[in-house]
């Protein structure tokens, strides 16, 4: 299995615009995850998604992002507008329903300036 | 509630023993687990334990609980360079496929 891809690895926008992460979770697992990883806060749950639906958004920080799952291969992270504060490593990860393994992507580096 | 701490760094000679030690303050945890983060790549799940669990080993790895005092620890025998990343302890509270808690992480140096 090629395990969780996500893209872009690396990305450098300008503050203001529109930033779209996307996440191929390992095919049939139920669960799916976003991280954010920064120096200052560490690794933060954003949101998670079961079998599509969200369960927990309590973790994105404020509306200018929004994350989707429109089907079970493959999920988006967009931050409208972008700011330099959410320049960070952007990490989704997935499991399956019965395992205690949750399995992460390589990470979206994001650099907002 | 959920916070989980560790020392931000440890140094140790090659063919040492490294130990990382980690504290958690929410007793409902379930499972703990170690990942690995090797420098510009993602976590690697390398082990974790059950709360019901005193100690696991796992080859190089050996992972102890200590529930009373909310102490976990994960020892690396025979350290290599290649075990130089950051390591992070994580709880989750209700098991599989459930959301992880992860702590600060401790930045493992392996000298020659």
């Known amino acids: 299995d090629a395990g969780v891809i996500q893209s872009p690895r690396h990305e450098v926008t300008e503050m203001g615009q529109e930033v779209t992460l996307r996440c191929k979770p390992i095919?049939?697992?139920?669960?799916l995850f976003w991280y954010r990883q920064t120096m200052m806060r560490g690794l933060e749950l954003l949101i998670y998604?079961?079998?599509?639906?969200?369960?927990?958004d309590s973790g994105m920080p404020e509306d200018r992002f929004s994350a989707k799952m429109p089907n079970a291969s493959f999920s988006t992270l967009k931050i409208q507008p972008s700011e330099p504060r959410d320049s960070a490593v952007y990490f989704c990860?997935?499991?399956?329903?019965?395992?205690?393994?949750?399995?992460f992507g390589e990470g979206s580096w994001l650099t907002v300036v | 509630g959920e916070d989980v701490e560790q020392s931000l760094f440890l140094s140790v000679r090659e063919g040492d023993s490294s130990v990382i030690n980690c504290t958690y303050t929410?007793?409902?945890?379930?499972?703990l687990y170690w990942y690995k983060q090797e420098p510009g790549a993602g976590l690697q799940l390398l082990t974790y334990?059950?709360?019901?669990?005193d100690m696991k080993q796992d080859q190089r790895l050996t992972v102890l609980l200590n529930k009373k005092d909310k102490h976990l620890s994960l020892r690396i025998a025979d350290t290599q360079t290649g075990d130089s990343a950051i390591y992070f302890c994580?709880?989750?509270?209700?098991?599989?496929?459930?959301?992880?808690?992860f702590g600060t992480g401790t930045r493992l140096q392996v000298t020659l």
């Open positions: 990860a997935s499991n399956a329903r019965d395992s205690f393994t949750i399995y």
């Open positions: 095919s049939g697992h139920d669960y």
């Open positions: 998604f079961n079998n599509n639906v969200p369960i927990d």
């Open positions: 929410d007793s409902s945890s379930t499972y």
């Open positions: 334990i059950f709360s019901n669990m």
């Open positions: 994580a709880e989750s509270f209700t098991g599989t496929a459930s959301k992880l808690t």
